[in-house]
Each structure stands twice: as C-alpha cells, then as structure tokens.
C-alpha cells in the first residue's frame, strides 16, 4: 500500500511539473492566515501523519541526504519536496493553504516568535527526550528514523539563536548572479541556523518530521523565487554549479528521489508545480532601507558614484609597509591599476616549479596544513577587501595578469600530491574538508579564458601581501584553506558604503513600520541594545560535515555577517524590519 501511495505521489508530482499552469495557488506567510485556514493546514498535516506520508517524506529525504545536500541540486530538490508535501496535503484536503514562515522577521529573538505557542506550531521539547508537548505537535509519536516523540531542543536552552535578518537576506540576493552563488550562499549561512536554532528532528536528516521543516523550506524556497523575479527573463532558467565542488550540470539532470523530474521542471514555479509566493512584507522593508543607503552614500561619493576605497595601488597604506614584511619593491606584471605586486612565494621571473612549490608548501604548512590561527587570521583579511576593491573592470584585468601563475602553481601542488617527499601532506589537504575548493579551484582556472576574471581571489591575495601575512600564514595558507570564497555571495564594501550613512529619517523607519503592517512605536523608549541586531553564531563542524558543507566558506560568510550587522548598528536612528518586528510586539500595547 505504501508502495503503491508514493508511485500515485510521484506521479502526481510529475504530471503537475509537466501541465500547464493557468491559476498559480498562492503560498501565504502563515502569520497572514486566518486562525480557520491555520487550523485547517495543521489538521491536514497530522493526517499525513497517521496515513504514513509523512514517514515517506521523512524517508525519501534521508535516503537522499547525500545528493541533496552540498551540491547545487539543494535548492531544486527542496522546492519539488515541499511541493510533493502541498500534493500530499491536498489528497486529504483538497484546497487546504499550504503556508511558509518567514524566520527573517524573527531573527532578533526567535524563540518569541508566535510559531512556537500553541497557537500555531508548539514551543520547545520538554523532558529527557525533549518531546514536543503543546500545540498540534503535542506527543507526536515518529517512527523514521527510529520510533520515538517528536522532539525539539532549542540550541540555547529556553531560547534561539538569532537568525539572518531579512537585510542579510536582501543583501545576498542583490549580490549573487549565478544560480550556484545564491544557493551556495543559502545552504552555508541562513539555511542551517534555522535548523539548529530549533535543533530536535530538526537537527537531523529526518527533520521532514517536524512541519517547522516545511515552513523553513518554503521561506528558503521564496528566497530562490524571489531572486527569480528580480530578473525574470532569465533566471528562471538558470542552473549552474558555481560555488559547488560538482561536474557540470544541467537543467536536464534528474531530481534524486524523483525520477520523473527534472531540474527544468522546478525551475519556475509560476508554470508546472504551479505555485507562487505571498508577500511578507521583509523584502519591501528591506529594500527601501537599502534604498536610503544607497541615497545617502551617493549624495556624499558624487552622482552615480560609489563610495571611495582605496585601490590596490594604495593598499601598502592600510597595513604594514611592504619592505617591513620583507618583501622586495613590486616588479611583477602590470595592469591598467599599476605594477602587481610578487604573489606569495611565486616567482616574479615566471611561473613557479615543481619543486619551488613542495618548499613553499612546507615551509608555510610546516609538514602540517595551516592552524586554525591562520584560518581566523584570513577570514580577518576577508573582511579587509573592501579596502582593496577598485573598478571592477581594473580588478578584472589585474587578475587576468596573474592567470597563468595561478593556474602552474595549482597545477604545481597537484603534481607534488603525487611526490612521495611531498604527498602525505598534500593528500591530507585533500582529505581536509577543504580540498574541493582547491580542486575545484584549479579546473575553473585551466578551464577559464585569460581575460575572464579568475575567482582565486586576488583582493584576498593583495591584502594578505599588504598586512605582511606571508611565508606560513601566506597565499599557500590561503589556497589551502581560504578558497571559499570563489564567486561573491554577499557584497564586498558594505561596511564603507554604511559609513556614509548620517542616520535613518524617521520618516524612512515609519515606512518600515507601514510596509510590515506593525503597530509604530515610540522608539525613544526602547533601550538601545534592543534597537540593535544581534549577531548570528556561528554552527557546528559536524553540521558542515553532515551536510557535505565547507566550514571555512562559511565562516567567511558569517564574518561578512558581523561587518555587515556592526555597519547597520553604527547608523543612528536604523532599525531592521526584524528589530521592528520584534519591538512591536514586545512594546506595541505599552508606548
């Protein structure tokens, strides 16, 4: 009988991807439903419950766990599974809403969100098993992956880590081009700390257990969506492995755990699965915030102007002069920005050897690979590049330069993994969770014409040069356990363009408060840390490796987070659409 509701499932999810769509069902945020429809959704969904669809989804999402996660698939997977979900749902309630929750506006403190009363979904596990005891959860009995209660555990005892604002959000989507960048992006920041936020089955790959999981995956499929419809006309087709350590791939691949979809088919929503999104209100909130910045850092640039950072050019200004690190006068390959500076241990005559690249490997890994120390001191220089970005095209050009060099010292370091002087060494880089970037790393290289920018990344390359970072914590140290960021996910310079930010008009946050339809409050009473936004923790190792995830890439999107969270907070007068979410609730009846 199970057998025979999944083929039903798999066929129906099919031939939905491949009809045509005429009236699109919209998805609400479940905060905007009424409490008959909330009541309804929730009924809906413990009936799958007692009829095994949801052991089904459970199953189909652990035994996939491996494909789906840490490849570019991850976004397309989830958006047919949670429309597999909405069929399911619509078998025993045919019309019932299928909602998403947008965790953005709970980001400041999300265990005082309504989802976790009894109201909607229930609060935090109780007892020695965390078993989920309020709310339409209550005493849920699971039995994938093993019979036990449906158990929640919140990451800091009664409360949540803070989440991604919806600004952090909107600044991603701004920000990424490729298909790969935005999930790539997703997948390493926002994505997992919702999960362990609420920790329990969420914490695992039978997280399809707990609703949450279908709720958090709708807001993250809007994300998807939503970037979508900021350039229509293409990236509803697009599909890529930028940022991803995959063999290409194609619209055309199939979708693990169902074989008769494709890629293609998720693509846009709008037709086939036949769905869109309704509006939060956080993106809007967001977007005209980012609106006053973005006025406010041009009126003071200049017309048309960003805001001013010094150029490679200055970069020995910055930080410790060149001749003090003990580096020679810059007598490398020229670009329309100035003379190129050496790179690392590279020749400036050429191309490094063979051999010159096994002595600066282990001169700078000392026959072991970099320390954490130098992981944290990179993830510093990342955060130092908006001091070292020029004009884009100059910065193309610069790194056009250096393509040959990279590509023969890459291809240096691959040759040595197979010395046997040198090959241990090497080879534990590759068994390190960041070989794949370096791997990766070298193909694009060799594969990538000379005038296209390479994503070796040479502002992390200048900046290292410029703050005397070299020899064992130098560019070595950096293609080793740096390489994440390959392709930008969120911008680089953000903190400058906020410097040039006097503060936030009250008439710009009363918009805020318009647009999320919030209660206005006398903000002058609130206290100032409370109009702050609370920085994201950083996750577990094992959550990077159960997800098939590279815990450098995404410490360097959480230290970009903190410049980006500390930038908002040093405007006067800023307040996020999450920290107005929160305060209305919290001060809306008392001010």
Request: hydrophobic share 35%; charged share 20%; with cysteine.
């Amino acid at each position: 009988m199970a057998k025979y509701t999944l083929l039903l499932t798999m066929l129906g999810i099919a031939a939905l991807a491949s009809g045509q769509c005429t009236n699109p069902v919209n998805r609400p945020e479940i905060r905007s439903m009424s409490p008959q429809d909330r009541s309804r959704f929730f009924a809906a969904v413990d009936k799958l419950r007692h009829n095994g669809e949801l052991d089904r989804l459970s199953k189909l999402h652990v035994d996939n766990a491996d494909t789906i996660h840490g490849h570019p698939v991850f976004l397309a997977f989830h958006r047919v599974f949670v429309s597999d979900f909405a069929a399911a749902l619509n078998k025993v309630d045919p019309g019932v809403p299928v909602p998403y929750w947008d965790w953005s506006l709970d980001a400041t403190n999300p265990a005082a969100s309504e989802l976790f009363t009894s109201d909607y979904l229930g609060g935090n596990g109780v007892g020695k098993d965390n078993c989920v005891a309020d709310g339409p959860c209550a005493d849920w009995k699971m039995d994938i992956d093993s019979p036990h209660c449906l158990a929640r555990k919140f990451n800091q005892g009664d409360s949540i880590a803070p989440f991604w604002p919806p600004e952090a959000l909107f600044s991603m989507q701004k920000t990424c081009n490729q298909y790969g960048a935005l999930s790539s992006g997703i997948e390493n920041g926002c994505h997992g700390a919702v999960h362990l936020g609420i920790s329990g089955d969420m914490s695992t790959m039978f997280a399809p257990n707990d609703p949450f999981f279908f709720l958090h995956h709708g807001m993250v499929d809007k994300l998807w969506y939503d970037w979508q419809l900021m350039e229509p006309d293409t990236r509803f087709s697009l599909y890529d492995n930028v940022n991803y350590n995959d063999p290409p791939v194609s619209p055309d691949d199939t979708i693990p755990g169902y074989p008769n979809m494709r890629v293609k088919d998720s693509l846009d929503p709008r037709n086939g699965l036949c769905y869109t999104y309704g509006s939060s209100g956080s993106n809007e909130a967001a977007k005209r915030l980012m609106q006053e910045v973005d006025r406010q850092s041009g009126m003071k640039n200049g017309p048309g102007k960003s805001p001013t950072v010094p150029s490679p050019q200055s970069a020995s200004a910055m930080s410790t002069p060149a001749d003090a690190a003990g580096l020679a006068p810059s007598t490398g390959p020229t670009s329309p920005v100035g003379p190129m500076p050496p790179v690392g241990p590279m020749s400036t005559a050429g191309p490094m050897s063979s051999a010159a690249a096994s002595s600066a490997l282990n001169t700078a890994a000392g026959n072991n690979m970099p320390s954490a120390d130098s992981a944290a001191k990179l993830d510093e220089l990342t955060s130092q590049v908006s001091r070292l970005s020029g004009n884009s095209n100059d910065k193309a050009s610069a790194s056009a330069a250096l393509h040959d060099q990279q590509v023969n010292f890459l291809q240096s370091v691959l040759l040595n993994s197979m010395t046997p002087n040198h090959g241990l060494d090497i080879a534990s880089a590759f068994l390190n969770r960041q070989n794949r970037f370096l791997k990766r790393q070298l193909n694009a290289l060799v594969r990538r014409e000379q005038a296209e920018t390479p994503g070796l990344g040479l502002d992390d390359i200048l900046s290292g040069l410029a703050s005397g970072l070299l020899g064992k914590d130098g560019v070595v140290g950096h293609l080793l356990q740096g390489l994440g960021h390959v392709v930008e996910v969120l911008p680089q310079g953000l903190g400058e363009t906020l410097k040039a930010v006097g503060g936030i008009a009250e008439d710009v946050t009363n918009d805020v408060f318009k647009i999320l339809n919030l209660p206005k409050i006398d903000l002058a009473k609130v206290p100032e840390e409370e109009r702050h936004i609370p920085y994201v923790t950083t996750l577990p190792e094992w959550w990077y490796k159960n997800n098939n995830l590279n815990a450098t890439y995404a410490q360097q999107l959480h230290s970009q987070i903190h410049d980006m969270i500390d930038g908002y907070n040093s405007i006067p007068g800023y307040i996020s659409p999450a920290t107005a979410h929160y305060l209305a609730k919290k001060y809306g009846n008392h001010s």
